[in-house]
């Protein structure tokens, strides 16, 4: 069984920066093939996808979070990370990790870690 482990959530005054971090455990687990992806869920609103990486390393991050945030994954760690820089009280949210390897049709999320911008 797979399990992803977030750590990095928490209270930063706006501004400031933080660093996520999602880590893999199971049995023989390796994240190599998976394409991986933080998302995140505000109070009231739906889910949306803040920051991809792929297996081979390409990037791709929300136009609301570009220049600010940067998604790094390190594979021999099996863990996945998003630097958060210049943060807004609009990033305020739960903050998850996926991990994805669709030709296996293999899917993971974390568990969710708070995320709150305020003075």
């Known amino acids: 069984q797979v399990q992803l482990v977030e750590s990095g959530g928490g209270l930063v005054q706006p501004g400031g920066s933080l660093r996520l971090s999602c880590v893999a455990s199971?049995?023989?687990?390796?994240?190599?093939?998976?394409?991986m992806a933080w998302y995140r869920q505000a109070p009231g609103k739906q889910r949306e996808l803040v920051a991809t990486i792929t297996s081979g390393g390409s990037t791709n991050h929300a136009d609301s979070v570009k220049g600010r945030f940067t998604i790094s994954r390190d594979n021999g760690k099996n863990a996945v990370h998003l630097q958060m820089n210049n943060l807004k009280p609009e990033d305020t949210a739960v903050y998850y990790c996926?991990?994805?390897?669709?030709?296996?049709?293999?899917?993971?999320w974390g568990q969710g870690t708070q995320v709150t911008v305020s003075s």
């Open positions: 199971g049995t023989a687990f390796s994240c190599n093939m998976y394409n």
């Open positions: 996926n991990f994805k390897y669709s030709w296996a049709g293999r899917e993971y």
